[in-house]
């Protein structure tokens, strides 16, 4: 079956710019995870939704950062006024449950200019 | 300390070698482990779960240490297509799910 996927697969935005990055899970997968990753370093925890809601968001690294998943199965992470320090692969992840294995999508390259 | 530690090598190899990679975490109460692969510019598969009482899967070994806290991984007869990315992940269990990622150790088997 259809595995996670993300649009877009790479972005390219200037400094200042708004960004939205699309995750579809797989079918029935009610964990939805965000991370970021950056070179040499593993996934970075963001966010965690459990149906619509986010259950964890301590990792989102300021307040231009949020996320949305409003019917519990697509989810989008919105960042506002991106920096060059927001330049990593954005990765989703599903599960069917919060304690399950998780099944990462291919990522979205971000790179602010 | 960081939460999860993993030498980020490269461990460099001959075909055929036996290879181990420790990871090292902080949270003793942490719960459940895991050992995810990555290969370049592509995203983590996981490999395999850590039991408390160890497993194998193939030429693969993972064990875990809790009275030291760390967990292994172990390679034998190492094929050029194991080549990647190893990442060790931790999650603390207690209701929360969040998992937290070692930096990953690079593989590189060569003929």
């Known amino acids: 079956g259809a595995g996670v996927s993300q649009t877009p697969s790479n972005k390219v935005t200037e400094k200042g710019k708004y960004v939205e990055l699309r995750c579809d899970p797989i079918?029935?997968?009610?964990?939805l995870y965000w991370y970021r990753q950056s070179l040499g370093q593993g996934p970075e925890f963001l966010i965690y939704f459990q149906g619509t809601g986010a259950a964890d968001d301590s990792g989102l690294p300021n307040d231009r950062f949020f996320a949305v998943r409003p019917e519990g199965s697509v989810s989008t992470l919105k960042i506002q006024r991106t920096e060059r320090g927001d330049s990593a692969v954005y990765l989703c992840a599903s599960s069917f449950e919060p304690a399950n294995e998780q099944f990462f999508g291919p990522g979205t390259r971000l790179t602010v200019l | 300390r960081k939460e999860v530690e993993q030498d980020p090598g490269p461990f460099n190899v001959p075909e055929g070698a036996t290879v181990a990679f420790n990871c090292t975490y902080s949270?003793?109460?942490?719960?459940?482990f895991f050992w995810y692969r990555q290969d370049c510019r592509k995203e983590p598969k996981l490999l395999m779960s850590?039991?408390?009482s160890g497993n194998e899967d193939g030429r693969f070994t993972a064990q875990l240490n809790r009275a030291s806290q760390y967990i292994s991984l172990l390679i034998r007869d190492s094929k050029l297509s194991d080549s990647a990315t190893y990442l060790c992940?931790?999650?603390?269990?207690?209701?929360?799910?969040?998992?937290?990622f070692g930096r990953g150790t690079s593989l590189i088997v060569h003929p």
């Open positions: 992940v931790v999650k603390p269990g207690g209701g929360s799910y969040i998992p937290t």
């Open positions: 949270n003793s109460a942490s719960q459940s």
């Open positions: 079918s029935g997968h009610t964990a």
């Open positions: 850590v039991y408390s």
